[in-house]
């Protein structure tokens, strides 16, 4: 049976809505952080996951597998609540994150099943996966890259070697995906360092651009579907809110680093649609 656009669309809303959930209960359960950069990302992983790339969940280590890189790693909260939903391991061993002993360490961890590279330390996965991309190039594999950076992280240097690197080379098996959500650490990203026009630099190191809604489902779908330069490497991106789904964690850089406590984490997920005891 032919499953419609609309009832896809809703498929992945639904899933959205778990992941968020997903998420804010694990950084509440750790007391960790990095919540709002998780939720911004939400609609670009589902949507990937879940509908665009190859993989199998059952066999991580597929060799035609499509590759995923979350280069902003400090935010894998919302990347294993995804994993865990598509069926790389239990959904209850999410509620280990972040605490002594586990595998879901709080920045992604090439331990866990699904997750390509160990990250975190920003402007190295970028690097990474154009080596990946080149290699799958020069062995005639059909399989694609795919990164999601954070707009601050491009602040790093390392990164825009890669980019002039995947350009110069044409690879056109690789994805970047910007969440473009405009906060960082310590301020807006046009406080600390702006950096538009981002589709005309990337557009002058040779690379396909496009920009859309990031928590738009259908744009996120169009974007991740529509290659229109076919032999550059392609960028997508994202504008989205930090926090998005959370009207007081939206657009406030304070929840790049606090944990919401047990009445903010009932309130976030009654904004999502959850049924929450008064307890």
């Not at 970047?176 to 630099?201: A, C, F, H, R, Y």
């Amino acid at each position: 049976m032919r499953i419609s656009s609309k009832m896809r669309d809703e498929f992945l809303a639904n899933n959205v809505k778990a992941i968020k959930a997903l998420a804010l209960k694990m950084v509440h359960n750790a007391n960790a952080s990095h919540i709002g950069g998780s939720l911004s990302m939400v609609e670009i992983i589902t949507v990937l996951y879940f509908e665009k790339m190859n993989i199998d969940p059952s066999n991580p280590k597929w060799p035609k597998r499509d590759r995923f890189l979350l280069s902003k790693g400090h935010c894998c909260s919302s990347l294993y609540a995804c994993l865990s939903l598509k069926g790389y391991f239990s959904k209850e061993e999410l509620m280990d994150y972040g605490k002594d002993g586990t595998r879901l360490l709080a920045h992604a961890s090439h331990y866990v099943p699904g997750v390509e590279l160990s990250t975190g330390s920003l402007g190295h996965a970028l690097p990474v996966a154009v080596g990946m991309s080149l290699a799958a190039k020069r062995k005639a594999e059909n399989w694609q890259t795919y990164v999601v950076v954070s707009d601050g992280e491009l602040d790093e240097g390392s990164n825009w070697e890669a980019i002039l690197f995947a350009g110069h080379h044409g690879l056109d098996n690789l994805t970047v995906i910007v969440d473009n959500n405009k906060i960082q650490s310590l301020g807006t990203k046009s406080e600390v360092l702006d950096l538009e026009p981002m589709d005309t630099k990337f557009q002058a190191f040779g690379w396909d651009v496009q920009r859309f809604d990031g928590h738009d489902i259908r744009k996120v779908r169009h974007a991740l579907s529509h290659h229109k330069d076919k032999s550059k490497p392609r960028l997508l991106i994202a504008d989205s809110i930090k926090g998005k789904g959370v009207d007081f964690m939206e657009n406030n850089l304070a929840w790049h680093y606090k944990s919401p406590d047990r009445r903010q984490l009932k309130l976030a997920l009654r904004q999502l649609g959850e049924i929450v005891d008064n307890a």
